[in-house]
């Protein structure tokens, strides 16, 4: 008689075997949030959770887009908050620290290490000697960490070093996207089964294809297919005061973010998030044309109407539809999702009940008119 498979023993026995492997599933238990509970929705689909540690995501935009206000400025402050611990690798020499210090981020040493890189392969052997460390560590001993990588297109590589020193600028050939696809191929397995989380941004290019014109992200499709989220961006002007008038005059931008990759809610789903000037990024932007596109919000002449899970009519005008009433919404939409994917069901199931008794009435006439 054959021997039964023994899974434990196999186990312990191919651990043994590959160092650095783990086993099982490894869902984030972890998340930050961007600071923008519509951005959140579209990549998590949960409104208070953003980018989860054990995975990469990618914020990508053209300049000026609002990735650094996010990832650098947002993300990190409310990653803080959280008790988790930040490395902030700063390939671009342009984020300051009194620029920081107006997002809400603490510098300090015991919060915060900013590392000033800019070669591919010096942030790869960081990484990698971090993670390596973190492994040696007793489990209840490591810490929550955060690197953000900003950014990934002004990283070199050595060929691009060697060549402005020689005064060659001939390119390096396509080493830079490989290099990129290399960098986050390995990140992916080796903060998989850690509580490190990997955000970087990175920048788009305008397409030239008619087909597809959405902007491209440079750096290659490689480390796009490693990384777990990818946040498209674009810039927009600002042209509403703080009133919520339109006027003629630039106030802020106005970041339309689409996520082009997500493991946790549909993908290619956008949301015009905007950024003021004087008052910076209001965490309900988005909010009110999200809830319009989803139906939820009704336009009832110059107003615009909700009904909650229970029956309880809102009716408000436009400008009033900001914090506290976003907030209910949010409070009430598993309750109202839940009862809008019932009545679908009821329906449906209604709609084939009266085909099935069309059926059953059209056979009956048949018979009938055989007889």
Known sequence: ???PFDASKFRKSITKSI???SLGFNDPTDWV???NFALNYLISGDFNKGIPLGKVTVFAGESGAGKSYICSGNIVKNAQEQGIYVILVDSENALD???L????VDTSDDKLLKLNMAMIDDVAKTISEFVKEYREMPEEARPKVLFVIDSLGMLLTPTDVNQFEAGDMKGDMGRKPKALTALVRNTVNMIGALNIGIVATNHTY???DMFDPDDKISGGQGFIYASSIVVAMKKLKLKVDADGNKTSQVHGIRAACKVMKTRYNKPFEGVQVEIPYSTGMDPYSGLFD????KGLLEKVGNRYKYITSEGDEILEFRKRWTGELLERVIEDLPAKEEQMLNIAKAEEEAAKAAEDAALDAEEITEEYIEE
């Open 1 to 3: 008689m054959a021997k």
């Open 19 to 21: 160092p650095g492997m």
């Open 33 to 35: 949030s961007t600071g």
């Open 97 to 99: 620290e009194s620029w």
């Open 101 to 104: 210090h107006a997002l809400g």
């Open 206 to 208: 305008a397409s030239q």
């Open 290 to 293: 999200m809830f319009e596109t």
